[in-house]
């Protein structure tokens, strides 16, 4: 595959990024750089071993403590992927793509580690573990994600899978303590539909130098404004309003969590009663 420059990349990224110190060249970061969510596909299969691979890159990254709570399913019969799709909000995406991977925050492992043990493990129910799990589970799918992309692959998140959290649960047959974060679709990018990189906030938005300062921020965020208004419709995103106005429009209500507002009666039902 050619090879982009960073400098080219980090425009794509941010616009005009003169303001950026020049950053030498790796086949990493421009990896990184390069990455955008794939909702096309082949109908090729993937090539054997990309499954093994992408996990071993996910069993790479950091784990607190090394207690590795996380799991991850990995779905290619048609029919559950076509009820997954359905559960996260009709996405056709899940359906198509002939790897879908479910990932799971597990305390439920541990649990049973320490009962074979006689251990307790009354630690489990309180909040840093869930978050802990949580931390744990995005570390390990996001070098998955970067495996994958590494390999020629293109994939996509899937938050919609806790619209209905329960049913997925079932759907898995997840055991107690383990709860559904995210689905990511693994496939062969189709070049006919290729997605374009999607320009983040300026990073006076994001980077705080010694003490964070709100005020920095709106101007950044502006800026970014005026960038992704003609990205939409380049695009043909069907985006209501600037950025700004279509993200505060995300957080209005419960109403705008496409059902997730119920997420913390899910979680105690899922066997996550935290204090
Ligand atoms: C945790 C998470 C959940 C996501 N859920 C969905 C989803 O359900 N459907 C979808 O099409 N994209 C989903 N995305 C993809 C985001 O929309 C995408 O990453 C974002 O718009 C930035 O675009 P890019 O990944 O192409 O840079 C999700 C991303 C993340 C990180």
């Known amino acids: 595959m050619e090879h982009q420059s960073i400098s080219h990349l980090l425009r794509l990224r941010y616009g005009d990024s003169d303001s950026l110190p020049h950053v030498a060249w790796s086949e990493t970061l421009e990896l990184l750089l ?19 691979a992408m996990v071993a890159a996910a069993q790479s990254a950091s784990s607190s403590s090394n207690l ?26 899940i359906t198509d793509c002939p790897l879908f991977l479910v990932w799971l925050a597990d305390l439920a492992r ?14 489990l129910d309180y909040t840093e573990m869930f978050i802990l799990s ?17 390999l020629g692959l293109g994939v996509v998140y899937i938050g919609g899978i806790r619209n209905h959290p329960l049913d997925v649960a079932a759907e898995l047959q997840l055991p107690p303590r383990v709860f559904p974060l995210f689905g990511l679709c693994v496939g062969v990018p189709n070049d006919a539909r290729p997605a374009d990189i999607k320009p983040r906030l ?27 208004t003609p990205f939409y419709r380049d695009q043909q995103m069907r985006v209501n309003g600037d950025w700004a ?22 979680l105690r039902q899922l066997g996550f009663d935290l204090r």
């Open 202 to 228: 300026p990073q006076d938005a994001v980077v705080h130098r010694e003490t964070y300062a709100a005020d920095q921020q709106d101007a950044a965020v502006e800026r970014y404004n005026q960038m992704m």
């Open 110 to 123: 541990l649990a049973r580690v320490a009962a074979q043990r006689d251990i307790p493990y009354a630690g």
């Open 68 to 93: 590795q709570v996380w799991s991850v399913v990995a779905v290619e019969e048609h029919a559950r992927k076509a009820r997954l799709a359905h559960l996260a909000g009709n996405q056709a995406h």
């Open 245 to 266: 106005q279509h993200s505060a429009r995300r957080v209005a209500g419960p109403q705008s969590l496409s059902g997730r507002d119920t997420i913390r009666e899910a």
């Open 34 to 52: 390069k990455h955008r969510s794939v909702r096309a596909y082949t109908p090729d299969p993937l090539p054997v071993g990309t499954l093994e």
């Open 134 to 150: 949580v931390v744990d589970a995005t570390l390990a799918a996001q070098n998955a994600v970067v495996a994958a992309e590494a």
